[in-house]
């Protein structure tokens, strides 16, 4: 009799000790994909306020260029020219910044909960 009570107590803690490591490692998932969700969120907004101010930026400048060389064509072809330019060489160093976003992502996911506590 005892040794079934015995097998029956530790199956129930068995059982317990289970479920209660599932919520815990559900949790710290929907802990790390909060905070990824965040992070994109952020850098999501930053992106669009970044791309009106160069949008603007780039209409002053295009302009600004016209008014130096006299025609509209001109001034704006100045500023394309640039943005071609500028697309060519993040085209040709991509990969290392691919790399950097790749691993800022997996230590996100990745985070050791013991680094929780610097919030």
């Avoid at 907004?45 to 016209?66: D, E, Q, R, T, W």
């Avoid at 790749?102 to 919030?119: C, F, H, S």
């Amino acid at each position: 009799m005892e040794k079934n009570r015995f097998f029956t107590e530790s199956r129930k803690e068995l059982e317990q000790y289970l479920l209660d490591r599932l919520l815990l490692m559900k949790l710290q998932g929907t802990g790390r994909l909060a905070r990824l969700v965040a992070v994109l969120f952020s850098v999501l907004v930053m992106a669009i306020l970044a791309a009106l101010i160069i949008l603007f930026l780039s209409i002053m400048a295009g302009y600004y260029f016209a008014d130096l060389t006299g025609s509209l064509y001109k001034g704006f072809g100045l500023v394309a020219g640039f943005y071609v330019l500028a697309l060519v060489v993040l085209v040709i160093v991509r990969r290392k910044y691919e790399k950097k976003i790749i691993n800022l992502i997996i230590a996100i996911v990745l985070d050791n909960p013991k680094d929780d506590d610097r919030d």
